[in-house]
């Protein structure tokens, strides 16, 4: 079992970056591909990117291609988001995922964390 921990999210102004952290428990982490969704009030959960068990593929949703970047290190059981270029409609919680595969739909990821608040306003 994996258990996921996400950090790193806040208020920020639009342009503005962050990075976003998820901290996994148990030795299997570099086993499994990891994805970022997000949700905001009132919409459903939707994809945001995901990286492959060994980071060599990297998946990314149209709206945030080019502004984030994710990235993983298994030495430290982490996957990072990348967020530049902040946009107000970027303005959801966002939740990292384990899955055996990568993918850009939530029913192929096993594991998920509880979310950090990401918010874009000025």
């Known amino acids: 079992q994996v258990q996921l921990v996400e950090s790193g999210g806040g208020l920020v102004q639009p342009g503005e970056s962050l990075r976003l952290s998820c901290a996994a428990s148990?030795?299997?982490?570099?086993?499994?591909?990891m994805g970022w969704f997000r949700q905001a009030p009132g919409k459903e959960r939707e994809f945001v990117a995901a990286?492959?068990?060994?980071?060599?593929?990297?998946l990314y949703a149209d709206y945030v291609k080019g502004r984030f970047t994710i990235s993983r290190d298994n030495a430290k059981n982490t996957v990072y988001l990348q967020m530049n270029s902040l946009k107000p409609e970027d303005t959801a919680v966002y939740y990292c995922?384990?899955?055996?595969?990568?993918?850009?739909?939530?029913?192929?990821?096993?594991?998920w964390g509880q979310g950090t608040q990401v918010t874009v306003s000025s």
């Open positions: 995922a384990a899955g055996r595969t990568s993918s850009a739909y939530t029913s192929r990821y096993d594991y």
């Open positions: 990286i492959s068990w060994n980071g060599a593929s990297t």
């Open positions: 148990g030795r299997t982490f570099s086993s499994y591909a």
